[in-house]
């Protein structure tokens, strides 16, 4: 095989798991207020201002526990806020797999309100916001570090 090839095979693949969705309309961050993990309210307004990344994820799912470590760090190299809203299963569980994956980040439960409204039918479901609280992105299945840097980057401006 041809040293260029190499790379441009190593580009496709990076892409080909880009998969994104269209972004929901309006005021996403608004749409956040459900509990934290510990059942106290969580508010919205504290998102204003900086881009966040919200994953919707489930503590049993492959992907969400791959995805979210990036998420994680992106947000930390980016200045982003990131939030974990749990989609199913008890907060207890959520909470012991994201201790295990070392996650700083909000974590929200979703009674199912969220999903409905945001018609989310797969996770993990990923939202690069924008600082006003709008959508500037929409991913569906785990997403890389470098795919969400670059989204949070473009979201910032």
């Known amino acids: 095989m041809p040293r260029l090839a190499l790379p441009a095979l190593a580009l496709v693949a990076l892409f080909a798991c880009t998969k994104t969705t269209p972004a929901p309309p309006g005021n996403i961050a608004g749409k ?10 969580f508010d919205p307004a504290t998102l204003a201002g900086k881009p966040a990344v919200v994953v919707f994820w489930r503590p049993g799912c492959p992907h969400c526990r791959t995805e ?16 974990a809203v749990q989609v199913a299963e008890a907060p207890p569980t959520g909470l012991r797999v994201l201790e295990g994956l070392k996650w700083d980040g909000v974590v929200l439960v979703d009674d199912g309100t969220l999903r409905k409204d945001l018609a989310i039918t797969k996770v993990p479901w990923t939202l690069v916001l924008r600082p006003d609280g709008t959508a500037a992105r929409a991913f569906v299945g785990a997403q890389s570090y470098e795919t969400l840097s670059g989204a949070i980057a473009a979201a910032a401006r």
């Open 68 to 83: 979210l470590p990036d998420v994680a760090r992106a947000c930390k190299d980016k200045g982003a806020t990131a939030v």
């Open 32 to 41: 956040l207020a459900v509990p934290t993990a510990d059942g106290s309210p």
